[in-house]
Each structure stands twice: as C-alpha cells, then as structure tokens.
C-alpha cells in the first residue's frame, strides 16, 4: 500500500509554487520524497522556497520564469529536464485574481485572467507533454476552482479561466491518455491563502462561506495535498480526465 500511494523519487514541476496551495504542495511532495521543482516569476523568491524545502531535508531546484511566456517556458522545461531529470508530473497552479463587476470589467482585466489562469497551461503542458509522449507516461495535474462550477460576482473572467480548464483537462486527457499520460484536475473550494486574505477580513463574506460549506470552515492549505498526491501516484493509473473538488462539502448540498 505505501508504494501505491508512493511519489518517492519523482519530479514534479509546481508552478505557481511560492505561496498559498502551490506552496504547500511543494512543501508536501518535498516532504513525501519527490524532487519538487519550485516555479515563481521572481528569482529571488524561488530560490529562498527551494532552499527552504532542502534546509527541511526535501530535494528541491528552483526554476523562475513567466509563464505566459511560451519561449521562458519552452527553455525552462529543457534546463529542468537537462538539470533534474525528466518530468514525471507537472502541477499547473499558478494563478490570478482581477475582480470587477462583468459590465465594469476591462478587456486588460479579462485578459490578463485568462492568460495566466487558462493560455499559460496550454503552454507549458504542451511543452511537457510532448517529452511525456515521448516517454510514454506523465502525470497532468491542473489546479481549477469550485468557480469552474459555480459563478459569483465581480470574478466572471476568473470563471471562465476556471471552466476553459476544466474542459482543457478533458482535453488533454482525451488526446494524451493513448500515450500513458494521465490529466486530471484539482477544484479547490475556499481556501486560506493569500488571495482570500481581504475575504476573510469581510465578516459578511466569511460567515457567508462558513454557512454555505457544510464543514463550517474554510480549507487549511495543507488540505489539498491528498487529492495531488493520489493523482501523482500509481494509485490513480485508471483515473484521467477527471475533476476532484476539494470543497468541504459545497457541492453536495443547496
């Protein structure tokens, strides 16, 4: 059973992995016994979570680039594969918020959501996966939101980043699946990061969620890292194109 659930020894690519849930993925497959590659825009702040993870006693290598940009990614992925060693499971978490009403919202706004949250894991997925195919296995694991389900105010084009991903992982699932490579994807509820910081501030807005998940809480970021592991390992062999929603119960009720 240990080996079932195993990610010992594997090279997983988390981008998005400085902060918040792609932090704590990184410091749980460090610590599970992957080789965790930290992603981030900033050199600085991906070398000081890689060095971090490796001062803990986890293997770790930092890895800064844009990734919206497809020739940083298209040079990141070889300088990993050529320094670590070929990816066995890329995360795809990096992510942003711009929040405004739909009839207020600019075009820079919608845009810049759907860049990094949708665009830029087409980007780096296609990049990874192409070594993948070629290898005949991998592991695709793209981090999506309850929002890919459900919609609120103010965050429209954060929804349909959120739902293109859902529909992008059933893609690649589709395409992908003959090559012994499994896609699927992680839908986080509300979880306390750094991105819902000034939420949590809104007593309205937190006793809001609390009512609203049956759980009565918001998620601790470590909480995600059971449903990544399980995709990670050989545990999931079977299971590809598949969305696992990590939200306290939200969807279960009305």
């Known amino acids: 059973m240990e080996n079932l659930f195993s990610v010992h020894d594997r090279i997983v690519l988390i981008t998005g992995s400085t902060r918040g849930l792609g932090l704590a993925l990184a410091e749980g497959f460090a610590g599970a016994g992957a080789v965790v590659v930290v992603n981030g825009r900033g050199e600085a702040s991906t070398e000081a979570v890689a060095g971090r993870l490796r001062e803990a006693g986890g293997r770790a290598l930092a890895a800064a680039f844009d990734v919206t940009d497809a020739a940083a990614v298209a ?23 711009r929040r405004a009403p739909l009839a207020e919202m600019t075009l820079e706004f919608f845009d810049e959501v759907l860049e990094v949250n949708l665009k830029s894991v087409f980007v780096i997925s296609q990049q990874v996966a192409r070594r993948m195919i070629a290898r005949g296995r991998g592991r695709i694991i793209n981090i999506t939101s309850l929002n890919a389900e459900g919609a609120r105010p ?60 049956p759980l009565g809480r918001w998620g601790e970021p470590g909480e995600l890292l059971g449903a990544a592991i399980f995709l990670a390992s050989g545990a999931a062999s079977y299971i590809n194109g598949h969305t696992i929603y990590v939200d306290g119960g939200w969807q279960a009720c009305l």
Request: charged share 20%; glycine share 10%; hydrophobic share 40%.
């Open 75 to 97: 040079a990141a992925v070889e300088r990993i594969e050529n320094q670590a060693g070929p990816i066995d499971v890329l995360i795809n978490n990096a992510g942003i918020h």
């Open 154 to 213: 103010t965050i429209g084009n954060y929804c349909a980043a959120k739902g293109g991903l859902k529909m992008l992982t059933k893609s690649m699932a589709t395409e992908w699946g003959r090559f012994n490579i499994q896609t699927n994807a992680i839908g986080p509820g509300y979880f306390k990061t750094e991105l819902t910081a000034a939420l949590r501030e809104q007593p309205e807005f937190d006793a809001w969620v609390k009512s609203e998940v």
